[in-house]
């Protein structure tokens, strides 16, 4: 029997959109906050490199499907956006069946890998994170504006995951991380709908720029979640989880980042809301590694 070769160019093709599927900048973010979580929930003890690379695998699964069926759900809207609609489904590089496939089966496995490779606990939060993700605040995204908060609890889960996968149970110490994450997200996500809130209107999704004509509630919402950032980012001191040139850091980064929201509340431009995104992309990352070198032994 004759067998049918796809020139190697179809193959690379396919790989890259599948690839293209799991948001590989927003996977590894993901990634990131539950190695943090994974490095405070082992604490006190030597780190289990296996536990963690299950850890990691297991995360980093489930969150590529949960964004790949994320994508299948909104591939109707992300082809009205400009911004999404060179996206694999809407740009028709794949067909939604083999989307969905590619999903379902990459987060099962996740789920799988967190169970049974680390922990109960651990594979519960996951599938709580992709459950609360896709069935809450997706479908609420055309319908409020207040399915930014509800996006948040999902966006603030991986550390939770490392935390438990580390140390069994989740303590006041991951809820502070997860409390820290899940501010973060309202000054960054509110920039980035400042910035497409046309793409949005066209798409149907209610975000606040786009029921906010002049942009002063966004701006004020951004200014607020900015500044209580400040406080709440300090908390890992005062739970002896940080020392003091951890508090300097998270203040001078804190203030910059509030400065930038600041100027974006007076100016209310698309450019303003850039340096927001800006800033809150330099933000967390800086003050998460802060946090993990002024750790106490």
Known sequence: MASTVLPSGRHSTAAASYFALTKPR???LILMTTGVGYYFGARGVSIAWLSLFHTILGTALIASGTAALNQVWEREADAKMRR????????????????????VVISV?????????VNVLAGAIGLFTLLSYLFVYTPLKSRSFHSTTIGAVPGAMPPLIGYAAA?????P???????????????????????????????????????????????????????????VSLLPK??????DLYVFGALVFGSMFFYSSVRAA????????????????????????????????
């Open 173 to 231: 110490e991951a809820w502070i991380i997860f409390l820290i994450i899940f501010l973060w997200q309202f000054p960054h996500f509110y920039a980035i709908a400042w910035m497409y809130r046309e793409d949005y209107q066209r798409a149907g999704i209610r975000m606040l720029p786009v029921i906010d004509g002049d942009g002063e509630a966004t701006a004020w919402h951004i200014l607020l979640f900015a500044g209580v950032l400040i406080p």
């Open 266 to 297: 007076l100016n209310r431009t698309r450019q303003s809301a850039r340096q927001v995104l800006l800033a809150s992309v330099l933000y967390l990352p800086a003050l998460l590694v802060l946090m993990m070198l002024d750790r106490p032994a």
């Open 109 to 117: 496995l996740g789920f799988f890998e967190l169970t049974f490779g």
């Open 26 to 28: 927003i996977t590894w």
């Open 167 to 171: 140390h069994g149970s989740v303590t």
């Open 84 to 103: 999404t609609q060179a996206r694999p489904l809407p740009a028709g590089l794949l067909s939604p069946r083999s989307a969905v496939i590619f999903a």
């Open 238 to 243: 005062f739970w002896m989880m940080t020392g």
